[in-house]
């Protein structure tokens, strides 16, 4: 599995591809981590900082008091449950007990990652610790949690923002550890804001469009018809319609 100094730098490969010099940075769960690490990294590169649902370190490959063998046990249990749709009770916990919801998560499973990619990837995210870099960060940061986060625990992202100088603090009383799901009106307003100064993702009406509508008219249409016939003025209308102004 990549280490979080390759995944940064495949975030500066594709900034370099697309002639973005400087960006603001959004990471998610252990992208959190990885965002830190990269704008600590590449200081210049990073206008503001965005971290949701994000911790600086990942618990230990056991919890305290449990042995190794009864970890690995527990690790063995959850790959063997991959597929199953298991994982969705953590990061989507307000979908659980939907029958459907889980069918889709398990499908999603069994697509995205095979047993043994998704033990590796555990334990690769278990070396996961940037708490000594977070007082290094200087980009404005904010860090953004859901109190009923069932995946990651809000008391880590509240830990994650007290160590950042200067970073603000935005926690919302329920939601789901995806952010994707829930109030996300809300979440694009706070992120919006932090970013450019302003909040229009609210007042925006989506389903307004601009179109233009052109109307013609075939001069004398109805003698036209009379006098060539149906089938002749069939195809001065299909030749009418073919013509672009």
């Known amino acids: 599995m990549p280490s979080l100094e390759e995944r940064i730098d495949d975030v500066r490969a594709v900034m370099d591809a697309v002639g973005s010099r400087r960006a603001a940075l959004v990471g998610f769960s252990e992208g959190a981590s990885m965002s830190v ?12 900082l965005v971290l949701f649902g994000g911790l600086a370190r990942v618990a230990d490959p056991f919890p305290p008091n449990m042995t190794p063998s009864a970890a690995e046990e527990r690790l ?29 998560i398990a499908k999603f499973e069994k697509l995205a990652s095979s047993p043994g990619a998704i033990r ?11 708490t000594g870099i977070l007082p290094c960060v200087r980009a404005p940061t904010l860090v953004v949690h859901r109190a009923t ?12 923002a007290a160590e950042i100088p200067g970073a603000k603090y935005i926690e919302y009383p329920t939601g789901d550890h995806a952010f994707w799901t829930r109030d996300t009106a809300a979440l694009a307003g706070d992120i919006e804001e932090f970013v450019t100064g302003h909040r229009d993702a609210e ?43």
Request: glycine share 4%; net charge neutral; aromatic share 8%.
């Open 37 to 48: 690490l990269f704008a600590t990294t590449y200081p210049d590169r990073v206008s503001h």
């Open 76 to 104: 063995a249990n959850l790959v063997k449950r991959w597929g199953n749709g298991a994982f969705l009770g953590n990061v989507f916990a307000s979908e659980a007990s939907n029958p459907e919801a889980v069918a889709r």
């Open 120 to 130: 590796s990837y555990i334990v690769s995210n278990r070396r996961i610790d940037v």
């Open 149 to 160: 986060d069932a995946q990651v625990p809000v008391a880590l992202g509240r830990r994650m």
């Open 203 to 245: 007042d925006a009406d989506l389903e307004r469009i601009l179109a233009t509508v052109m109307f013609t008219d075939i001069v004398e249409s109805t003698r036209q018809a009379a006098e060539i016939g149906d089938q002749r003025w069939r195809s001065r209308l299909d030749q009418h319609d073919d013509t672009r102004p």
